[in-house]
């Protein structure tokens, strides 16, 4: 258990529908990330926050995806008019962001979204 | 970051060593070579990392080469848990810019068999 947290574990859905998932980072970690994972491929990176700060989206998040980072603790990553091709897994990673480390990315459990 | 060229596969005996190669031949100066292994439904874990000295953890050990251009980590027991992808990736260490995702291939499916 890095200290890094996901909810849901596990979320079905119609195709269509809206669906939100949450990340808690490690506590005081300032940065934040989320990537997504298909069947047999590496993770993809997603979007970064840096406090509440959204720096930077990957190309691969289209216009019905949306995060957030509100006090720059917890994020919500949410996909509108989910599409079959949502399917994966959706990771949420957390790092330190002090100058005097590598600012090493730790993992949560990720959350396993399926698309009908 | 620079690209990172892995095996697909691996296959270790339980309680041998399992060395996993790594080449990363562009890799640039400031560039850290990372670890992290991802057991079968479950997010990355990360392991290990360095820049141009061999470094040991509790996991596993790191080796990398004089000339940087490849690396190959070592867990000195392997356990049937070790079963997992294992990732290795090249990344700029932090320094406020840009440099700050992980670009991950698509790792070596290491098996350790009883």
């Known amino acids: 258990d890095t200290g890094v947290s996901q909810n849901p574990r596990h979320k079905i859905t119609k195709r269509g529908q809206n669906v939100t998932f949450r990340c808690d980072p490690i506590s005081e970690h300032n940065r934040l990330y989320w990537y997504r994972q298909t069947l047999g491929q590496g993770p993809e990176f997603l979007t970064y926050f840096q406090n509440e700060a959204q720096l930077e989206k990957s190309r691969l998040l289209s216009d019905r995806f949306s995060a957030e980072r509100p006090k720059g603790s917890f994020s919500t990553l949410e996909i509108q008019r989910t599409e079959q091709g949502d399917s994966a897994m959706y990771l949420c990673?957390?790092?330190?962001?002090?100058?005097?480390?590598?600012?090493?990315?730790?993992f949560g459990p990720g959350t396993r979204l399926t698309v009908l | 970051d620079a690209k990172t060229t892995q095996p697909p596969s691996m296959d270790c005996a339980e309680g041998r060593a399992a060395n996993l190669p790594c080449n990363h031949s562009t890799i640039s100066g400031n560039e850290y070579v990372y670890w992290y292994r991802q057991i079968h439904s479950q997010g990355p874990q990360y392991i290990i990392h360095?820049?141009?000295n061999n470094e040991t953890n509790e996991m596993a050990s790191l080796i990398i080469t004089e000339d940087r251009k490849s690396s190959t980590l070592i867990l000195p027991h392997a356990t049937l848990r070790d079963t997992a992808v294992y990732y290795c990736?090249?990344?700029?260490?932090?320094?406020?810019?840009?440099?700050?995702?992980?670009?991950f291939g698509k790792g070596t499916l290491l098996t350790v068999n009883p």
């Open positions: 990736i090249v990344r700029v260490q932090n320094s406020g810019g840009s440099n700050y995702k992980l670009t």
């Open positions: 990673a957390s790092s330190p962001a002090q100058r005097s480390s590598t600012d090493t990315q730790y």
């Open positions: 360095g820049l141009k």
